[in-house]
Antibody
Framework: EVQLVESGGGLVQPGGSLRLSCAAS????????MHWVRQVPGKGLVWVSGLNSDGSTIKYADSVKGRFTISRDNAKNTLYLQMNSLRVEDTAVYFC??????????WGQGTSVTVSS | QSALTQPPSASGSPGQSVTISCTGT?????????VSWYQQDPGKAPKLMIYEVSTRPSGVPDRFSGSKSGNTASLTVSGLQAEDEGDYYCSSYAGTNTLVFGGGTKLTVL
């Protein structure tokens, strides 16, 4: 079964850091673009960042550029999102997503990040 | 990186058809045939319903269809069923390996 399982979310103070992880299984992880997409509860989906199969091409949304770092370990079938200088507006559920045909197909269940003092 | 524009809500009676629009620009929707549609139930992850404008993944009923004209893509649900209720999002490739999503449309089956 193709599966993505996120972890690492939690409560953090403004200015703090958090590292999200996404464990992939059931497919050849090293062959796919991977993305992070976030969603404020009750609001829409927002693309955050993506990287190609070997991690050599990385893209970020303007809202997180310079603060977030996406990476992957293909040997461990794991995607990461290092989030620094967190802001209240970064509060959201973060989804790990597999790239597919100019979009995405497989989504994890999401991990919740709350930035609050 | 502006969000694609979707109507906040749509509705229809069982058996009817409903169409949800997704408007972007020539830099995203109009520039590429990489529009996807997702269905999301409360508290769940989005589910892919359409990719590459009009292609259905296996397992998605043929009641769901997609199209595009210019900078606007559309999702049509024919023969509405109660189980079709939920939030629907479009996404588009936006060039330079970035993606953009729509704001979402809440579909209600009356």
């Amino acid at each position: 079964e193709v599966q993505l399982v996120e972890s690492g979310g939690g409560l953090v103070q403004p200015g703090g850091s958090l590292r999200l992880s996404c464990a992939a299984s059931g497919f050849t992880f090293s062959s796919n673009w991977m993305h992070w997409v976030r969603q404020v509860p009750g609001k829409g989906l927002v693309w955050v960042s993506g990287l190609n199969s070997d991690g050599s091409t990385i893209k970020y949304a303007d809202s997180v550029k310079g603060r977030f770092t996406i990476s992957r370990d293909n040997a461990k079938n794991t995607l990461y999102l290092q989030m620094n200088s967190l802001r209240v507006e970064d509060t959201a559920v973060y989804f790990c997503v597999r790239g597919f045909k100019g979009g995405t197909d497989v989504w994890g269940q999401g991990t919740s990040v709350t930035v609050s003092s | 990186q502006s969000a694609l524009t979707q109507p906040p809500s749509a509705s229809g009676s069982p058996g009817q058809s409903v169409t949800i629009s997704c408007t972007g620009t020539s830099s995203d929707v109009g520039g590429y045939n990489y529009v996807s549609w997702y269905q999301q139930d409360p508290g769940k992850a989005p589910k892919l319903m359409i990719y590459e404008v009009s292609t259905r993944p296996s397992g998605v009923p043929d009641r769901f269809s997609g199209s595009k004209s210019g900078n606007t893509a559309s999702l049509t649900v024919s023969g509405l069923q109660a189980e079709d209720e939920g939030d629907y999002y479009c996404s588009s490739y936006a060039g330079t390996n970035t993606l953009v999503f729509g704001g979402g449309t809440k579909l209600t089956v009356l």
